[in-house]
């Protein structure tokens, strides 16, 4: 058997773990009119896991997070959150919510309406309302910071607050499109321990999408490198760094 073809057989096996999946992308095919960009993708996402897709820009890994959120639909094949096919249902209709690397905060609202923005749309309040944002508030260690607005606090605030937002409503999954990016190394370097700590306080699936490959290390259980719309290798980070099974893994290693 051709290396490819032990690479493929061996993607195969560990895109599909024990146990019921969070997420289930089937045969999954994005056609951007002559561009593939993702080309015949099935993976398995465990419950509880912290997930990462990996690789350089133009490989695949932000359109099939797009996917799983809902902002594009598959050319071909199905998504599936848990035993329910997803495919063509808009984002507000899927159990997952998105954290982007802009943060994307409403800047004349306060942290707290930020917060508690999905919250009011899901037709909660009162003191129900008041107590869920200020103890994801408390989560995100930015107790007393609810009648500040978003250009009062740093870069690093401000994602906690994004991240407070995404976590409110208790979504099934969590997906993080490069929620780092534009922040300072030092600053980065906290944000992925904070993170990490977070989503295992919690035990809800994240997954999370990068080009770093010591971030993707760092933080996830596992993790899949794409290249070309495919999944080149999938396993946990030290097998990957010391086990590369093909020439583009080889490199990030």
Same mark, same amino acid.
């Given at each position: 058997?051709?290396?490819?073809?032990?690479?493929?057989?061996?993607?195969?096996?560990?895109?599909?773990?024990?146990?019921?999946?969070?997420?289930?992308?089937?045969?999954?095919?994005?056609?951007?009119?002559?561009?593939?960009?993702?080309?015949?993708?099935?993976?398995?996402?465990?419950?509880?896991?912290?997930?990462?897709?990996?690789?350089?820009? #133009?490989? +695949? !890994?932000?359109?099939?997070?797009?996917?799983? *959120? $809902?902002f594009e639909e598959p050319? %071909?094949? @199905?998504?599936? =959150?848990?035993?329910?096919?997803?495919?063509?249902?808009?984002?507000?209709?899927?159990?997952?919510?998105?954290?982007?690397?802009?943060?994307?905060?409403?800047?004349?609202?306060?942290?707290?309406?930020?917060?508690?923005?999905?919250?009011r749309r899901r037709g909660?309040?009162?003191?129900?309302?008041?107590?869920?944002?200020?103890?994801?508030?408390?989560?995100?260690?930015?107790? #007393?910071? +609810? !009648?500040?607005?978003?250009?009062?606090?740093? *870069? $690093?605030?401000?994602?906690?607050? %994004?991240? @407070?937002?995404? =976590?409110?409503?208790?979504?099934?999954?969590?997906?993080?499109?490069?929620?780092l990016g534009a922040l300072?190394?030092?600053?980065?370097?906290?944000?992925?321990?904070?993170?990490?700590?977070?989503?295992?306080?919690?035990?809800?699936?994240?997954?999370?999408?990068?080009?770093?490959?010591?971030?993707?290390?760092?933080?996830?259980?596992?993790?899949?490198?794409?290249?070309?719309?495919?999944?080149?290798?999938?396993?946990?980070?030290?097998?990957?760094?010391?086990?590369?099974?093909?020439?583009?893994?080889?490199?990030?290693?």
């Amino acid at each position: 058997m051709a290396v490819d073809e032990r690479a493929q057989e061996a993607v195969a096996q560990a895109a599909k773990p024990s146990g019921t999946p969070d997420i289930r992308l089937d045969r999954v095919t994005k056609r951007f009119d002559d561009v593939l960009a993702v080309d015949d993708l099935t993976l398995e996402i465990p419950r509880g896991s912290f997930f990462a897709l990996l690789g350089p820009s #133009g490989c +695949g !890994k932000t359109t099939t997070l797009r996917m799983i *959120g $809902g902002f594009e639909e598959p050319s %071909a094949g @199905a998504i599936y =959150l848990g035993e329910r096919e997803v495919s063509g249902t808009p984002p507000y209709k899927r159990d997952v919510n998105t954290v982007f690397q802009s943060y994307a905060l409403f800047p004349h609202l306060t942290i707290f309406e930020n917060v508690a923005f999905g919250l009011r749309r899901r037709g909660t309040r009162g003191g129900t309302l008041t107590g869920k944002v200020e103890e994801m508030l408390d989560l995100v260690q930015l107790a #007393g910071y +609810g !009648k500040r607005k978003p250009r009062q606090l740093s *870069g $690093g605030q401000q994602q906690r607050v %994004a991240l @407070a937002r995404a =976590l409110v409503n208790s979504p099934r999954v969590l997906l993080l499109d490069e929620p780092l990016g534009a922040l300072d190394l030092k600053l980065r370097k906290e944000m992925q321990l904070f993170i990490k700590g977070l989503q295992h306080d919690l035990g809800i699936t994240f997954i999370h999408v990068t080009h770093d490959q010591e971030e993707a290390m760092t933080m996830a259980d596992r993790i899949a490198v794409m290249n070309g719309g495919k999944i080149e290798q999938l396993g946990a980070p030290d097998e990957l760094y010391e086990r590369p099974q093909t020439a583009f893994p080889r490199r990030l290693a």
